[in-house]
């Protein structure tokens, strides 16, 4: 034992005295020059290494190096920099003074995607004939280095990417993680921190790269892509998910395809494909399946509790507002920067806790308007369509919308609109819409449209209209009595027009019916300021006892109803008192007559008949 111990510490020492005289001998500042013209001849690109090189021992054999530039061909700024490079070379190599790359480290890195970043062509390069058909080739800077680079890390560092319209976009954290697996194949991850617009975005991701067909083509299998979305106008909790996807580009035709794609967002599953071209315009193609799609999570939208009580959005920043989609600076607008289509199909859609299956989504988008051709769904036995369009061409979004319901379930809905859930009931709506802004703040305020509405089997909660009347007029007359019954024997089936203007529902004609009243109506509703004003004419037809000819009446004379006043303190008036006076009226008057053709030759039937018609 003591004679093996004494072997490895011998081979251990010749190990660190030929290491320690390969690192003395071998300058590595030798391979500057070298590594410099290699860049240069394989792509155009100037290597600048600032500083002595130096030798790196443990754990791993490197070379450091000072400040590092490297600059396109033309270029004016770098498209990388970097306060040290870290160069893992492999040891043999050395000893027949060649140089052997594992891995080059960059730490501290400026990565910059913009013009003044790019290759540009020489003012005096020449030019070749218009209709000449052959094409000088591509570099192909895909192609193995002499010296063999498999491995390249870049480590909290920044992507500084400027777009089209000008905008500087600064991905900070940037990590990236490139191992060459077999030759035009690499293994990719990628790690990243993105602040925009007081939100940030988290991004990791896991890939293998293909660039055999370059530099016609390169692909890409996304393994893994997780995110998490979280700031202003967001959930407070944010969104976040994984996906994955596989990826390809052709250059030619600057054409991307996104298919096989799985994406999860909080707790909505959607899959399907997207392509598109690049260009001046982009055109985009989405046909995308979601098994379930919550847009309460997404948009951070408030539920309902069982109780009934709204809970308060759960969002992160400013106030929201209930919105299908956000407000956005229309010169800025995606759809004023691309054109695309979409088709998407929803197994289950949730909006304000309401719950939708089989819903349908085709809409196409060009220079700014977006038409929605199909929207339609159902829930349980209702179903419902909501066409329209949505203009950005201008300062203002302005929409159209062509609602057809069909036994819809009023109760959720109101609650969805922030309304008061004072009726219940199946609605059918049919009508035509149109206003500025897609919110619902904005629906209230700045709307206008017609519409044809019935409800079946509706219901006012807290408000029975024949209890009203039958204890109105036992409290001013003894000759009658009312039984309102059961109550489910009282669902009303009604119908009439609307028409919205500025944030008030004026309801021109309404008629109404049950199996014990019938009533019409008119009035209007406004929603700004949380008022309403709408006069009824009640028939109690069923429910009445007493007075045979006090019942006829009451059954056939409409009562004169008034609701009004803000919703938090509803008043009404009723006056059936006008009903009983002119049963009153009535009966003198028959009595008056009866005495007439009695007494037809009486002195005082002048003064009866005076009287008879002063009633």
Do not use: C
Request: aromatic share 6%; no cysteine.
């Amino acid at each position: 034992m003591k004679r093996f111990i004494t072997t490895l510490a011998i081979l251990l020492v010749v190990m660190v005295a030929g290491m320690t005289a390969l690192v003395v001998l071998v300058n590595p500042n030798d391979f500057r020059a070298y590594m410099v013209r290699q860049v240069e001849q394989q792509n155009g690109y100037r290597l600048a290494i600032n500083g002595d090189l130096r030798w790196h021992v443990w754990p791993q054999l490197s070379i450091l190096s000072g400040p590092i530039t490297l600059t396109a061909p033309g270029a004016t700024q770098p498209v990388v920099s970097a306060q040290n490079m870290r160069l893992d070379v492999d040891l043999l190599p050395l000893l027949s003074h060649q140089l052997s790359v594992k891995q080059v480290m960059l730490k501290g890195a400026v990565v910059r995607l913009m013009p003044d970043s790019e290759s540009q062509r020489p003012a005096d390069a020449p030019i070749g004939p218009a209709d000449s058909s052959d094409t000088s080739p591509v570099i192909d800077v895909t192609r193995g280095w002499k010296f063999d680079i498999a491995h390249l890390r870049i480590a909290d560092s920044l992507l500084v990417w400027q777009q089209n319209n000008g905008e500087q976009l600064n991905v900070r954290d940037f990590n990236l993680s490139l191992d060459q697996t077999q030759p035009r194949r690499a293994h990719v991850e990628f790690s990243s921190r993105i602040n925009r617009d007081q939100r940030e975005l988290q991004l990791n991701i896991n890939s293998d790269l293909d660039i055999t067909g370059y530099p016609q083509r390169l692909g890409a299998a996304i393994n893994k892509l997780e995110y998490q979305l979280k700031g202003a106008d967001l959930p407070q909790d944010g969104v976040k998910g994984q996906a994955q996807m596989t990826a390809s580009w052709d250059i030619p035709a600057q054409r991307f395809s996104l298919d096989n794609i799985s994406l999860s967002a909080n707790d909505s599953q959607i899959a399907g494909s997207l392509s598109g071209t690049l260009g001046e315009r982009p055109q985009l193609e989405g046909r995308l399946h979601a098994t379930t799609l919550n847009l309460d999570t997404l948009l951070g939208l408030s539920q309902t509790s069982a109780a009934g009580v709204a809970v308060a959005d759960r969002r992160a920043g400013p106030a929201p507002v209930i919105a299908a989609l956000p407000e956005y600076d229309n010169a800025n607008s995606p759809l004023n920067a691309m054109d695309g289509k979409l088709t998407l199909e929803a197994d289950t859609l949730s909006w304000r806790a309401m719950q939708f299956n089989a819903v349908q989504l085709v809409a196409a988008s060009e220079r700014g308007l977006l038409t929605v051709s199909t929207f339609k769904g159902q829930s349980a036995d209702s179903r419902f369509s909501l066409p329209g369009t949505i203009d950005v061409r201008t300062a203002l979004t302005k929409v159209t919308l062509r609602p057809e319901l069909q036994d819809f379930a009023l109760l959720p809905l109101l609650k969805g609109f922030d309304l008061p859930d004072t009726l219940s009931g199946k609605l059918s709506l049919k009508g035509d819409f149109s206003g500025v802004g897609l919110t619902v703040a904005a629906f209230k305020q700045q709307w206008q449209g017609r519409a044809e509405m019935s409800i079946r089997d509706a219901q006012f909660a807290g408000l029975n209209f024949q209890q009203m009347i039958q204890r109105a007029v036992e409290n001013n007359s003894s000759k009658v009595h009312g039984d309102s019954g059961d109550s489910q024997s009282n669902l009303q089936q009604i119908q009439g027009t609307l028409a919205l203007k500025n944030g008030v529902f004026d309801f021109g004609n309404l008629d109404a019916s049950s199996g014990t009243l019938n009533y019409t109506g008119a009035g209007s509703i406004d929603v700004v300021k949380r008022l309403l004003d709408i006069r009824f004419g009640v028939t109690v037809t069923q429910g009445w006892s007493g007075d045979s000819t006090l019942v006829q009446r009451l059954q056939q004379t409409p009562v004169p109803l008034h609701i009004y006043g803000p919703w938090a303190a509803i008043n009404y008036n009723l006056k059936v008192d006008q009903v009983l006076r002119q049963q009153i009226r009535d009966e003198a008057r028959q009595r008056l007559k009866q005495w007439i053709e009695r007494n037809p030759d009486s002195d005082k039937s002048s003064d009866v008949k005076k009287v008879l018609k002063d009633l």
